[in-house]
């Protein structure tokens, strides 16, 4: 459990320091842009007398990002996840900037009536053009 734990917060830390966009300094226009245009975070959360849970995370124009979820239910345990995606390909022309983002999570259930669950991963691509 602390090995999955570990790797799960590895993979979040190794997105969140990737994705970070490259600033081209040779072009003033592009820097203006990418100061306006900066990664957007965002959060949630709630709690009651039986569940609480939240997440935080942040995505960059480009389509990269990251994020952190937690839930626990009384009686049922704790959930723990985890989603990233980084830029493996971006292409910069008159028409606009293309990337194709790689991404992976995980979620983890620890606890409650059925004991500790598999681990759940899932990967994916997505294209983000902008204009």
């Given at each position: 459990?602390?090995?999955?734990?570990?790797?799960?917060?590895?993979?979040?830390?190794?997105?969140?320091?990737?994705?970070?966009?490259?600033?081209?300094?040779?072009?003033?226009?592009?820097?203006?842009?990418?100061?306006?245009?900066?990664?957007?975070?965002?959060?949630?959360?709630?709690?009651?007398?039986?569940?609480?849970?939240?997440?935080?995370?942040?995505?960059n124009p480009?389509?990269?990002?990251?994020?952190?979820?937690?839930?626990?239910?009384?009686?049922?345990?704790?959930?723990?996840?985890?989603?990233?995606?980084?830029?493996?390909?971006?292409?910069?022309?008159?028409?606009?900037?293309?990337?194709?983002?790689?991404?992976?999570?995980?979620?983890?259930?620890?606890?409650?009536?059925?004991?500790?669950?598999n681990l759940?991963?899932?990967?994916?691509?997505?294209?983000?053009?902008?204009?």
């Amino acid at each position: 459990m602390n090995a999955q734990l570990f790797a799960v917060l590895l993979v979040a830390v190794i997105a969140a320091v990737s994705a970070v966009p490259v600033l081209n300094q040779q072009e003033e226009e592009v820097l203006i842009r990418q100061r306006r245009q900066g990664p957007q975070g965002f959060g949630a959360g709630g709690a009651n007398g039986k569940v609480q849970g939240g997440g935080v995370g942040f995505q960059n124009p480009n389509g990269s990002g990251g994020s952190v979820s937690y839930g626990h239910a009384n009686g049922y345990g704790h959930n723990v996840g985890v989603d990233a995606k980084v830029p493996v390909w971006s292409s910069k022309n008159r028409f606009g900037e293309s990337t194709l983002n790689v991404g992976g999570g995980a979620t983890q259930h620890f606890g409650g009536p059925g004991g500790n669950q598999n681990l759940d991963k899932r990967v994916g691509a997505s294209f983000n053009h902008r204009w």
